[in-house]
C-alpha cells in the first residue's frame, strides 16, 4: 500500500497507476518518487504485465518535479530490450527523449 499512489488491475495484464496528490496537482514530492520507484521496479518484475497506464487523480495529470533526477532513478538499470515506457505526446508531461 502507498500514500500517493493508488494501483488497480481492471483486466489481466493491464496495470493503472495513479498519481493520487490532487490537492498538490499530483506533484511528485520524495515520498511520491520513492513509491513510484519501488512500485515501477514491482510492476517490472512481474512477467504477467504487460501495459502500464500513468494517469493522476483529480483536475491535473501532474504539475512536475523540482528536478528530472526522479526519471534517472526510477530508471536506474534499465537496458536496451527491457520494458519500455511510453508517454503519449501533448497530453502536458514530459519523458526522457521527449
Known amino acids: ?9 481492471p483486466q489481466p495484464g493491464v496495470v493503472v497507476l495513479q498519481l493520487n496528490r ?6 511528485i514530492n520524495e515520498l511520491m ?4 520507484t519501488q ?3 514491482t510492476i517490472g518484475a512481474d512477467a ?7 494517469t493522476g487523480a483529480g483536475r491535473g495529470f501532474c504539475s ?3 528536478r528530472a533526477k526522479v526519471w534517472v532513478e526510477a530508471t536506474r538499470g ?7 515506457v511510453a508517454v503519449p505526446r501533448g497530453h ?3 519523458a526522457p527523449g521527449n
Open 64 to 66: 512536475g518535479y523540482r
Open 1 to 9: 500500500m502507498t500514500e500517493t499512489l493508488t494501483i488497480d488491475r
Open 92 to 94: 502536458g508531461g514530459t
Open 39 to 41: 512500485t515501477l521496479a
Open 22 to 27: 490532487p490537492g498538490r496537482l499530483n506533484a
Open 78 to 84: 534499465v537496458r536496451p530490450g527491457d520494458r519500455q
Open 48 to 54: 504477467s504485465t504487460n501495459v502500464v497506464v500513468l
Open 33 to 36: 518518487r520513492d513509491e513510484l
